[in-house]
């Protein structure tokens, strides 16, 4: 078997056909891969929508399990898995029409731990099918870079530890005893970072593969509380890869700026949303007891953020809230 795919569902009804039948435009026979969808517990008709394509194709694999989050369906789809290369794939996402066959060929001809490929980040309005259709006939190259994992952590975003646009050498993964961490949202970002620190051979590749959907769903505040929680968790295990890795150098300076953008947007957002003191507070403590010996050594701003975060956090609370509604909001936004 030389790919395996895996989709976590949960209420995703209005868009795992679509997902599914993009799977199954990538010109690869049926019995060169697998599909495990991980029913993650889901409350609505998501399974009973794809029944027609689960009888048509030998090559997926249901898993049920009760909701536990993405990460521990990611991780049950993985160990259930028998693919040389694996690719994770969002149920409400799809990928470009043949894009994936050469992507998995050049991954099983040089046996890179990773091949990273491009994305489109698109709304629901712009996901049409002749939209896709012609995204898909448009002349592309397929070019590779190759590269190690600390080169790819370098030119990594902060904010594109994307883990969809990826195919991962299983064996990779096993090795370096890499999974995600369970329970909690935006697990991409320590996942992610590890894997590119702890990749030999990578390849990027300048072509296309995947439609990022964006869905603009606003929640009030106090539902997201415990998501906010959750992130907390995701930064602080980020950090923790600095002794768990024993970076020095240009590669503990890269990861310090990582999550020092990750933290400053992280407050930004929480204090942008909510005027109350003591939610705020509640946040950023939580987030403090978790994240062990930040101090940021990087520049002088890094340095007076932490110190700040770690021992002022009265003042940490109250500045972080003042700049958000002040200075970003109405004196950055007016010029």
Request: aromatic share 12%; glycine share 2%; with cysteine.
């Amino acid at each position: 078997m030389k790919l395996s795919i895996i989709i976590a569902v949960y209420n995703v009804e209005r868009y795992i056909r679509d997902c599914l039948d993009s799977i199954f435009r990538q010109d690869l026979d049926d019995d060169s891969f697998e599909v495990i969808i991980v029913n993650d517990g889901t409350e609505d008709n998501s399974i009973n929508v794809i029944s027609d394509i689960v009888s048509e194709h030998q090559n997926i694999i249901i898993v049920n399990q009760e909701n536990q989050g993405s990460s521990v369906a990611w991780n049950n789809g993985i160990s259930k898995s028998i693919g040389e290369y694996l690719l994770i794939v969002d149920a409400d996402d799809l990928l470009i029409d043949h894009r994936l066959k050469p992507l998995l060929e050049k991954a099983l001809e040089t046996q890179a731990d990773l091949v990273v490929a491009d994305f489109l980040e698109l709304d629901d309005k712009e996901i049409t099918r002749p939209v896709i259709a012609h995204i898909s006939e448009e002349e592309h190259m397929f070019a590779f870079q190759e590269k190690n994992g600390q080169d790819m952590f370098y030119d990594l975003h902060p904010s594109q530890c994307y883990v969809w646009r990826t195919l991962y050498k299983k064996s990779f993964l096993k090795e370096k005893k890499l999974s995600f961490i369970p329970g909690i949202r935006y697990q991409d970002i320590p996942f992610t970072t590890e894997c590119y620190i702890k990749a030999c051979k990578c390849l990027k590749a300048s072509q296309l593969l995947y439609v990022y959907r964006k869905r603009y769903v606003y929640p009030s505040f106090a539902a997201n509380v415990k998501k906010y929680y959750e992130i907390t968790i995701a930064i602080s295990k980020t950090w923790e890869l600095m002794s768990k890795c024993q970076l020095s150098g240009k590669m503990r300076a890269k990861l310090e700026d990582n999550v020092y953008a990750n933290l400053v947007n992280f407050t930004r957002r929480i204090s942008h949303l909510s005027n109350n003191f003591k939610v705020r507070e509640g946040i950023f403590d939580h987030l403090r007891k978790n994240i062990k010996d930040l101090h940021f050594k990087n520049t002088i701003k890094h340095r007076l953020f932490s110190y700040v975060f770690c021992y002022c956090p009265f003042l940490f609370n109250i500045y972080r809230f003042l700049y958000v509604k002040i200075i970003e909001d109405k004196v950055i936004r007016y010029f």
